[in-house]
């Protein structure tokens, strides 16, 4: 670790040349504030906010589904919840987390001393909270919110939906900048400021998945800007996109938004990849196995996320060539995934492991996210995939993939790094309670899906037939399991932040890497000078 330099006062003192560079006072430190950290930490702040804002929502979704019949809120409001729970489960909770933790760690990893571009960074952190101030009043306008579900489909968001569209248009406008503005800033800093010595194949695995993730982001977000617009013109101006009266297709809607959808379910997943690369190695005492076939694999799913949208369109009639296309493609990005499984329990194997809370988080993703891995490929097969094709089947796969995939993974990452972030332990007994509670109510919540699913009950409704009761109700007890479980977390996080035993440089035994050789809690300023890479 590079000594920064310091000068001796009248008094004898040593002092730190950077000291006057440190934080701001006040308010003003957070709105101004070009600092990686401050900004990491506002995205983390932020995502966790949204995370509890979503999971409120669906807690009125399952409540209104813990008994057949409609119990508590009308249909058209039902749909609404159900529409911006994902949105902001989306774009609000999972999303903002890893750039959060990008921003944080990323200069930290590659031995920087901030992110490339500052001001962007600030700029695009302050655009958030206006997008979703916006996307969230909508509840409140006549008529509603957006009512069309979060893959916003055409006739549905261009006929049928209620006045304040306009608003849910605009507000997806101002994530994109913001994402794409967070994916320039962290191409440009790790490409231009890695210390000397970091060659490409010395990376952290963190690293690469945050730069492939970028690359995926700048390349699909304009995608989704155009088919919102193309949604906008055809609801206010008159045009026919998306309208079969007008000339239009509502099935060209659905080839737009799927070929940004698809690699979108890759963004929220490939830094987890990252993260669970950096955990799985720390707590058994060794070295990833297979670190470069990590990276190309890496890079292979997100090319290959191009060549897959239609599989979630098998039901709309295209030609029996290209639902086989989009098959076998599917199918095949089933092997670099595989390869990453592999090398995490190869890494394992004959591993000295000990089962700190990030470590579990970590068991938990591998198992549980291929469980998720192994429905998709369910959903693959095209002839299966009409009888699965809307149904809880489906909600069942891709809540194995996001919750316990990417949340699970942002879980393990906060507690893998916040004693480094803080500089004090986290309460261990507590995150196994958050552990043990959030494991066994997820698969409560989430696994009887499959069944619903397989019998048959369609998603996106407020009321099912009587033989799907049973299995709803335990459905409903996991949710609220699970809702509450994270209330254990945000008390270990705040009781972190608060103080608690002084964590040292290393935190865990076995951690390797530049972020470790840094005090805890991590400066201010980190690497005014670079650290050379042996």
Known sequence: MTQQSRTQTADGHLEDEHAHHGPAKGIGRWLFTTNH????????????????????????????????????VEPNFFNQMTTMHGLVMIFGAVMPAFVGLANWMIPMMIGAPDMALPRMNNWSFWILPFAFALMLSSLFMP???????????APLSTHYSPDSTGLFVFSIHIMGIS???????????????????????????????????????????????????MVLTDKYFGTSFFDAAGGGDPVMFQHIFWFFGHPEVYIMILPSFGIIS????TFCRKPLFGYSSMVYATASIAGLSFLVWAHHMFTVGMPVAAELFFMYCTMLISVPTGVKVFNWVATMWRGSLSFEVPMLFALAFIILFTIGGFSGLMLAMTPADFQ?????????????????????????????????????????????????????????????????????MPRRIPDYALQFADINVLVSIGGFAFGLSQLIFVVVVVKCIRGGEPATAEVWEGSHGLEWTLPSPAPYHTFTTPPEVK
């Open 143 to 153: 008529g509603g919110g957006p009512n069309f579900g979060w893959t916003f489909y």
């Open 278 to 281: 950096a955990i799985i190695p």
């Open 37 to 72: 950290k401050d900004i990491g930490s506002m995205y983390l702040l932020f995502s966790l906010t949204m995370f509890l804002v979503g999971g409120s929502m669906a807690m009125v979704i399952r409540a209104e589904l813990f008994q057949p019949g409609l119990q508590l």
């Open 388 to 456: 699965y094709h809307d149904t809880y089947f489906v909600v069942a796969h891709f809540h194995y993939v996001l919750v316990t995939g990417a949340i699970f993974s942002v879980m393990a990452a906060v507690y893998y790094w916040l004693p480094k972030w803080t500089g004090y332990m986290f309460d261990e007994h507590l995150a196994k309670w958050h552990f043990w509670c959030s494991l066994v109510s997820v698969n409560v919540l989430f696994f009887p899906m499959h069944f619903l699913g397989l019998a048959g």
């Open 179 to 229: 994402s794409i503005m967070g994916a320039m800033n962290v191409i440009v800093t790790i490409w231009n400021l890695r210390a000397p010595g970091m060659t490409w194949m010395k990376l952290p695995l963190f690293c690469w998945t945050w730069l492939i993730t970028a690359f995926l982001l700048i390349a699909v977000m304009p995608v989704l800007a155009g088919v919102a617009t």
